[in-house]
Nanobody, 122 residues
Framework: QVQLVESGGGLVQNGDSLRLSCVASGDTFSRYSMAWFRQGPGKEREFVSGVSWSGRDIYSDSVKGRFTVSRDNGKNMVYLEMKSLKPEDTAVYYC????????????????WGQGTQVTVSS
């Protein structure tokens, strides 16, 4: 099993930057594909970005070019660097781990953190 804890959320203004962190404990972190999802008010949880054990990364179209995902297997950490934030980025952001290859589907992820709130004011 893997336990995930996110941090770094907060209230920022339109155009600001923010960095989210997720620390993993439990099983061997490097075995897992890691991803960030988000869920806005009244919306379904959606894929934001993910990174494979080897560092290959993928992004949703809505954040491509603004967000950067990375991982440090030595520290059991995954990060989401968010730039040029927009009000529509407002959501609870979740870190997730999958035992399988990197995928975008919520159902592909076995373990989830509790989430961290990101609010972007206009």
């Amino acid at each position: 099993q893997v336990q995930l804890v996110e941090s770094g959320g907060g209230l920022v203004q339109n155009g600001d930057s923010l960095r989210l962190s997720c620390v993993a404990s439990g099983d061997t972190f490097s075995r897992y594909s890691m991803a960030w999802f988000r869920q806005g008010p009244g919306k379904e949880r959606e894929f934001v970005s993910g990174v494979s054990w080897s560092g290959r990364d993928i992004y949703s179209d809505s954040v491509k070019g603004r967000f950067t995902v990375s991982r440090d297997n030595g520290k059991n950490m995954v990060y989401l660097e968010m730039k040029s934030l927009k009000p529509e980025d407002t959501a609870v952001y979740y870190c997730a781990a999958s035992r399988w290859e990197l995928r975008r589907a919520v159902s592909a992820y076995d373990y989830w953190g509790q989430g961290t709130q990101v609010t972007v004011s206009s």
